[in-house]
């Protein structure tokens, strides 16, 4: 995931080519330059979840310059930015072409804030096959979003 997210975010990588990867859309035909990517920086295998693959490539593109930081969980970034909790509860219980579009949605609204993200807890929740992997991420998800201290808790009255 780091050598993706330096590829794409690096100067280097031709404007061009990062707009085309900022339009895809997970289940359409993806573009030359996906695939020029996915066959130099993603895994082996990566064509078993190529939608999954497309939606990652998409929203890291769309925040760059500065899309990913290790340190900044997914549910806190979503906290800081007002994200609702009918689109955390959405985020949390969605799957398939849905839960694609709602992260790119996301990742639309953080790029537009410069706000940046761990983008391994998306990858996570696209790429995770088993219920209890995807339970575990949901749950970190939820819990850095309302981790104690957090505005949010006085909100709904927690």
């Known amino acids: 995931m780091t050598n993706l997210?330096?590829?794409l975010e690096a100067a280097e990588f031709p404007p061009r080519r990062r707009a085309e990867l900022r339009r895809m859309t997970p289940g359409h035909r993806p573009p030359l330059a996906f695939l020029q990517l996915?066959?130099?920086a993603l895994p082996e295998h990566w064509e078993e979840k190529s939608w999954a693959w497309m939606t990652l490539v998409a929203g890291i593109a769309l925040m760059c310059p500065d899309p990913h930081r290790a340190d900044r969980p997914a549910g806190r970034v979503l906290a800081?930015?007002?994200l609702s909790e009918y689109r955390l509860e959405q985020l949390l219980s969605c799957e398939g072409e849905a839960?694609?579009?709602?992260l790119l949605g996301i990742a639309r609204l953080l790029g537009a804030r410069r706000l940046q993200v761990n983008w391994l807890d998306f990858a996570c929740l696209?790429?995770?096959s088993?219920?209890?992997g995807k339970d575990d991420i949901r749950l970190a998800i939820a819990r850095d979003f309302y981790r104690p201290g957090d505005p949010r808790r006085k909100k709904s009255g927690l």
């Open 130 to 132: 088993g219920p209890r």
């Open 5 to 7: 997210v330096r590829l």
């Open 38 to 40: 996915a066959y130099q």
């Open 80 to 82: 800081e930015v007002g």
């Open 99 to 102: 839960l694609h579009r709602l």
């Open 126 to 128: 696209l790429l995770e």
